[in-house]
């Protein structure tokens, strides 16, 4: 991943890494505070600034870490073969852990998928070599991640949600889901998670104006 320039003080680096274990406690109350103070050791939460359109995975590349997402906005999208259009799958928020956990956890190789950062952005990263021990050490880890998996299969659950309604009608259904998102995406981008062209999309903006 190309980092921006932005260094980060040291202040800055124990918030994003605070913030981090905060988020953890809020998914799951019982977080050992052994755990806390693992994860706040040297080398374990690894601080940084991501520039608008930086790559975190391509194809071809080892999914090898996973990133609290302290600021910002990013995708999961596959390339279309035949339209070379992107087909988004996924919407990260600040606040929400990225990774794509069977690749992160069983070393696999991504075949298809790039996740991309869509706003300048802040990123506290672990690998999964990391995490191998504190999964041993940990039971609670093991409790964390299904948490958070679950929270991203609920969100995916709202996106299939408006992917099966008829296409004039998503727009207005996105807009109601996902009020926090609907202004920051580009067109494009919003045509790519609801599954619709841009024509279309006007033509949903209208009926939304007209509610």
Not at 12 to 22: D, G, N, S
Not at 94 to 121: M, P, T
Not at 149 to 164: A, G
């Amino acid at each position: 991943m190309k980092t921006n320039k932005v260094k980060l003080d040291p202040e800055k680096i124990l918030e994003m890494k605070r913030a981090t274990v905060a988020y953890l406690e809020s998914l799951y109350d019982q977080v050992p505070e052994e755990l806390k103070a693992q994860l706040m050791l040297p080398g374990v939460l690894n601080t940084s600034c991501g520039a608008k359109k930086t790559f975190l995975l391509e194809p071809g590349m080892d999914a090898s870490k996973a990133y609290y997402l302290h600021k910002g906005l990013a995708i999961l999208y596959t390339m279309s073969r035949k339209k070379g259009k992107k087909k988004i799958f996924y919407i990260w928020r600040e606040g929400e852990i990225i990774v794509l956990l069977k690749a992160f956890r069983d070393r696999l190789k991504n075949k298809d998928f790039y996740i991309q950062l869509i706003e300048n952005s802040e990123l506290v990263s672990i690998t999964n070599l990391c995490m191998d021990d504190i999964y041993q050490q940990h039971i609670a880890a093991h409790e964390l991640t299904r948490r958070i998996n679950d929270l991203k299969t609920e969100r995916r659950v709202r996106q299939l949600d408006i992917l099966m309604e008829e296409k004039q009608d998503r727009y207005v259904l996105f807009v109601s889901l996902f009020p926090d998102l609907y202004n920051r995406l580009t067109g494009e981008q919003t045509c790519g998670f609801i599954g619709i062209n841009p024509t279309m999309l006007k033509i949903s903006k209208r009926k939304f104006l007209d509610i």
